[in-house]
Structures are given as structure tokens and as C-alpha cells.
């Protein structure tokens, strides 16, 4: 498995943690989540990974960073959780993607980690367009990867309610055949 699926993995691990995760905090309250989530993300991929692959700053003199960077797999992650939101950081980091690009980093792909919403609300026009752009002329593939919520009912658990119920449907019809 290689390091930016390693990173998902987690920060899905880390999500179904956290109950409230997929609620709408609102300002102050989700940027503390967030800064939580982000922190707790990164002490659990240092760990895994026993490098730390956080926060590099590869965009030039610019200064700016990438949440994640795995120059051997030549990907960066960004952790996006509000991509679904009309407005966020999309275009920005396509932009820092292509200045570490420039910079002589070797990056060919660049992963987005958010919330659900973000397929659907970047698959429109303008979004679709950009990433196209972003292949085609800077040979960096955007890829969209969405967060799920922690089922309320594991798979087992819905395979045996579906055996019980089929169960009860065969007792219920041989009981009416005899009657």
C-alpha cells in the first residue's frame, strides 16, 4: 500500500472515531474540529509512516505548504474537508500543486481528502475544467477522494437481519400453506 493511501486509511480510521465529524460545526467551532482532526491526523501518519510528510513547504519562494508530500510517489495530499462548499481552497492548492511543480518537486498527482459533497460540487463545469487544465498542460492528475460515514449497522450485522428476516418470512409462509 503506498503512503497516500496510507493517509486515507487513517484519516477515515480518525473520522469514524469522532461521532460528530460529518456535522456542520459552523465557524469557531469547526476550524477548533478541524485544527483537531489535522493534528491528531498527522501524529498518527508520522507513526505509520515514521517520517514526518506534513507541512512541506515545496511552492518556491512563495512560502505556502502542502498538507502532505511523497516525492518517491511524486503525490500531494491536501486535506479539503469543505471542497463541498461553493466556495474553498481547490483552485489554490491545483496552484501550489503546479509552483512545487516549478520548483523542480516531482509531482504528477495531486489528492483531495474531504467531505461528502465534494465529488458531486467539483464534478460542475468550472471545477472539472480546471483539473482538466491542470492534467493536460502541467501533467498533474487531480484525484477526489470523499470521507465516509461510519455505518450505523456493520455489514455482519446487516446480513444477519436480512437472514432473520428471510427466516421469518419462510416460517410465515409455511405456517400459511398449513393453515
Not at 489554490?92 to 495531486?110: F, G
Request: net charge negative.
Amino acid at each position: 500500500m503506498n503512503k497516500a493511501e496510507q493517509i486515507f486509511r487513517l484519516a477515515q480510521e480518525l473520522c469514524d472515531e469522532r461521532q460528530d465529524f460529518f456535522d456542520i460545526k459552523g465557524p469557531s467551532v469547526g476550524d477548533h474540529d478541524t485544527a483537531s482532526f489535522m493534528k491528531e491526523l498527522r501524529a498518527r501518519a508520522r507513526l505509520a509512516l515514521n517520517t514526518d510528510y506534513a507541512e512541506k513547504r515545496i511552492c518556491g519562494k512563495s512560502n505556502l505548504c502542502v498538507d502532505y508530500y511523497f516525492p518517491e510517489e511524486e503525490t500531494i495530499i491536501e486535506i479539503a474537508l469543505g471542497l463541498r462548499n461553493p466556495t474553498s481552497e481547490y483552485e489554490r492548492d491545483i496552484l501550489k500543486a503546479i509552483m512545487a511543480k516549478d520548483s523542480d518537486n516531482p509531482v504528477t498527482h495531486l489528492l483531495f481528502i474531504s467531505k461528502p459533497g465534494a465529488l458531486k460540487r467539483l464534478a460542475q463545469p468550472g471545477a472539472a475544467a480546471m483539473a482538466e487544465w491542470a492534467e493536460r498542460n502541467h501533467r498533474i492528475k487531480i484525484e477526489i477522494r470523499e470521507l465516509a460515514p461510519k455505518p450505523i449497522i456493520s455489514d455482519k450485522e446487516l446480513i444477519l437481519s436480512a437472514e432473520e428476516t428471510f427466516l421469518e418470512l419462510e416460517r410465515r409462509e409455511t405456517k400459511d400453506a398449513q393453515s
